[in-house]
């Protein structure tokens, strides 16, 4: 297993063990974590002081194109319920994220120190959210990293009915009007595929990342 050092530098994603795992260690520099992201890999861990980072294969991606809305979602956002807006609350997302009840889990892998490093990258530029209101209320929201034609989803929550949804629907809107390839999953989950997203094979992932 590839032990990080101070060095600002990954093994290549194709040295990952079979569950994924490329490097452990390091630190949350957010300059190591948005190298990591630009060579398609990413931390996942449950204690900042210890730290892994990972490049599954197969790799959970959503082309914009093939988004999929369902009719009943359809329906829902004809009724205009909810204002969708972008990185106007970022922190507020993160955070939402950290805390929100998942099936099969009982902690988060959004630890304090991803949460503070998140906030460096949206002040960067790097990471962006889509929040979600009913009137005043944050009901949904998703966050993650941008690197150029290719975002990076991290995380998203809902408080409300089809607000998750809802979030990523407007996301896809906006990457489709830019132009942008894909939005990396990371890992399979039936609610990313029921929108739309499949598995692909981390080579073909890695090729569709921005070359330096």
């Known amino acids: 297993m590839y032990h990080l050092t101070e060095e600002l530098r990954f093994p290549s994603p194709h040295l990952a063990t079979q569950e994924g795992i490329v490097a452990v260690g390091g630190d949350l520099n ?11 890999i990413f931390p996942w861990f449950e204690q ?12 959970m991606v959503l082309f ?31 955070t939402a994220c950290a805390r929100v009840k998942r099936f ?22 790097h990471a962006h959210s889509v929040e979600v209101w009913d009137g005043s209320e944050l009901v949904g929201g998703l966050y993650g990293i941008d690197i150029g034609e290719v975002f990076c989803g991290e995380s998203m929550f809902s408080k409300a009915s089809n607000s998750s949804k809802l979030a990523l629907i407007f996301l896809v809107k906006e990457l489709k009007k830019n132009k942008y390839k894909l939005i990396d999953c990371q890992v399979p989950t039936a609610h990313l595929a029921s929108m739309g997203a499949a ?5 073909d992932f890695l090729n569709y990342l921005p070359q330096d």
């Open 30 to 40: 957010p300059d190591r974590v948005l190298l990591a992201y630009k060579k398609g």
């Open 48 to 59: 900042d002081e210890f730290l892994i980072w990972w490049s599954p294969d197969p790799r």
């Open 64 to 94: 914009p194109d093939q988004l999929r809305i369902s009719k009943s979602m359809r329906v829902f956002m004809r009724k205009n319920a909810y204002t969708v807006t972008f990185n106007k609350a970022f922190n507020d997302v993160v």
């Open 104 to 125: 099969g889990q009982t902690g988060t892998w959004i630890t304090h120190g991803l949460m503070e490093v998140y906030g460096v990258l949206h002040e960067q530029g």
């Open 199 to 203: 598995p692909i094979s981390r080579n």
